[in-house]
């Protein structure tokens, strides 16, 4: 099996030198070898396990939580660009584009 | 009196009976800290200050005869807990300047349980690794031998306790994480049942195995540490609701225990390592305690099943980190992480996910279901914790390494299960050897009484490393 290792790194919105794509391609299709001894499981009958503790559907109110809150100068404090109290984020859209 | 190598039981009642105060004990740690993390580079960030204004404020607290499970007992904390204003790494470079607005809830609870915190330990990046070799902050050394691995992730909290420059630490394990490295450099690495233990401010890795736990010289210790970490979490819904025992006690119970033990746990284990597990086990045997055989799943088949769940869970969870609300961007990745992300994403990737991510979650059910006969017949089931004592650093380059070291802690994570790691004496190099002991879901007082019954006949803790 050879992984198309360009297209994966989009989707995983990894930027990857050209060097770093051959080495990865080496040694994913090396991994993937690797774990296809599971095949030899047969699992036909088998249901997939989620939640090993058999928790299930742990509801809470739907209400604000203070707790999990942060004020929004704690929220920016991490962010690197920000302007007029908001985070600046890369642009999706070209100037002249039509939304 | 060497301040630094008391035990949390010993440094509490000498605290109490204010034959020394916190800010004495701390300090003691703070420089031994300065003087030998140098060559250990167990912390990633030493928190000095903090620590010290720590101890005052428990100082306080003592006069004023208050009583908390951990009152000024200085710890060390993995970076990979997020501690409200101050910097968490998770050993990557990705996070080199993130200062967490928020703790995480085993942070909380430590704090409210009165400990100082001295610092944070390094680790393999996101814990992706059983030796420290994957930190961007450089390795972390075994403190037994410089020129050796802790084990890993959790390789700093290991180091700082091995080392005395800790009085106790918290790590955590995805499959290995805490058992290992404490195995590595012969400490007690508790790893609770999934659950057990609240995930909130953790940064994830897989969030299906995730546990955090204590690393300590003593099961007691360990014990004590645990009734304070555990307990429900409304802010992780994973979180178990069954009550948290006195752990203290109920390991105290000295119960006459059924130990299983299956063959291909010791199948290409080093040759030392397993004639000291099985010492430990006659010596069990000797103290009334059953040994019986019993026949486990392959332990090969949880190398696949983890890498796969956790590869895949790990590309999920490490999908946020895009630098824009904090940290830097995605570039600062470095090569064990991006591997993992790789691996996952494609497991994930429409077309695939039936044949990877579902058919591992199915094996999944199989070595559930196989544990839960296993616990039909035994209490606890015992083998050991590593293939082989301490490596070398530069020796964990294998592109599956962590995965691969990790075969014998696998199984039990995948499936939740508790486990302890407990030191079962030296190999011919003077390197710490641990077993592990396997319990139920929920029943770490079990694990716990057989492991303080071990422990009373060894007290493998008492040796020290020559630094």
């Known amino acids: 099996m050879k992984i198309d290792i360009a297209h994966i790194a989009k989707l995983a919105n990894l930027p990857l030198q050209k060097e770093e794509e051959g080495k990865l391609a080496t040694q994913l299709d090396a991994t993937i070898a690797y774990i296809e001894e599971l095949s030899q499981i047969d699992t036909s009958k088998v249901e997939g396990t989620n939640m090993v503790t058999q928790t299930k559907n742990v509801y809470r109110e739907d209400e604000v939580d203070e707790f999990t809150t942060l004020s929004q100068d704690d929220a920016l404090k991490n962010a690197k660009h920000k302007h007029n109290g908001l985070v600046l984020v890369p642009a999706i859209l070209e100037e002249g584009d039509n939304a | 009196m060497d301040l630094h190598t008391l035990t949390i039981k010993e440094a509490k009642s000498k605290l109490k009976n204010k034959e020394i105060s916190s800010l004495e004990l701390t300090q003691a740690y703070l420089e031994r800290i300065e003087k030998i993390d140098p060559k250990l580079n167990s912390f990633v960030t030493v928190t000095k200050d903090k620590a010290l204004q720590m101890a005052k404020d428990a100082d306080e607290a003592l006069s004023a005869g208050e009583d908390k499970p951990l009152l000024g007992l200085p710890f060390s904390i993995k970076d990979n807990f997020c501690t409200k204003d101050i910097r968490t790494?998770?050993?990557?470079?990705?996070?080199?300047?993130?200062?967490?607005?928020?703790?995480?809830?085993?942070?909380?609870?430590?704090?409210?349980?009165?400990?100082?915190?001295?610092?944070?330990?390094?680790?393999?990046?996101?814990?992706?690794?059983?030796?420290?070799?994957?930190?961007?902050?450089?390795?972390?050394?075994?403190?037994?031998?410089?020129?050796?691995?802790?084990?890993?992730?959790s390789g700093g909290a290991a180091a700082s306790v091995a080392s005395d420059e800790a009085l106790a630490a918290i790590g955590s394990e995805t499959a290995g994480s805490v058992r290992g490295p404490a195995s590595w450099c012969g400490l007690v690495g508790l790893k609770p049942t999934y659950g057990r233990v609240s995930r909130y401010g953790v940064i994830a890795m897989a969030s299906s195995t995730d546990s955090p736990g204590p690393l300590t010289k003593t099961v007691e210790d360990a014990a004590t540490i645990l009734e304070v970490l555990a307990g429900k979490d409304p802010h992780d819904a994973t979180s178990s609701s069954l009550p948290v025992e006195k752990y203290s006690e109920t390991m105290k119970a000295g119960k006459k225990m059924t130990i299983g033990i299956a063959d291909d746990y010791f199948d290409g284990v080093d040759s030392e390592v397993v004639a000291k597990v099985q010492e430990a086990l006659k010596l069990l045997e000797s103290k009334g305690h059953t040994v019986k055989k019993i026949e486990l799943f392959d332990p090969k088949y949880a190398i696949d099943v983890y890498t796969i769940l956790m590869r895949s869970e790990v590309s999920s969870n490490l999908a946020r980190f895009d630098g824009i609300r904090y940290g830097n961007d995605r570039s600062y990745f470095a090569e064990e992480a991006k591997r993992r992300m790789m691996l996952g994403t494609y497991a994930l990737s429409s077309g695939y996910y039936d044949a990877y991510y579902k058919k591992a979650q199915k094996v999944r059910t199989l070595i559930v279901e196989d544990f839960a006969k296993a616990f039909a017949e035994v209490d606890v089931i015992i083998g050991p914790t590593l293939p082989t004592p301490a490596i070398k650093i530069g020796q964990a380059d294998d592109p599956m390494f962590g995965e691969k070291a990790d075969i014998l802690t696998e199984p039990s994570a995948i499936a939740g299960l508790c486990a302890i790691n407990m030191p079962v004496g030296f190999s011919s190099l003077g390197l710490p050897i641990g077993m592990q002991i396997m319990g139920r879901q929920f029943g770490e007082s079990t694990i716990l009484d057989l492991a303080y019954q071990y422990e009373k006949e060894t007290e493998f803790w008492k040796q020290k490393p020559n630094l």
């Open chain 2, 89 to 153: 790494t998770a050993s990557s470079k990705v996070l080199d300047d993130f200062i967490p607005p928020y703790s995480a809830t085993v942070v909380s609870r430590l704090m409210d349980a009165g400990i100082v915190h001295l610092g944070k330990t390094n680790m393999d990046a996101w814990a992706h690794g059983s030796s420290t070799a994957t930190s961007d902050y450089g390795p972390t050394r075994n403190p037994w031998d410089v020129e050796r691995y802790p084990g890993g992730s």
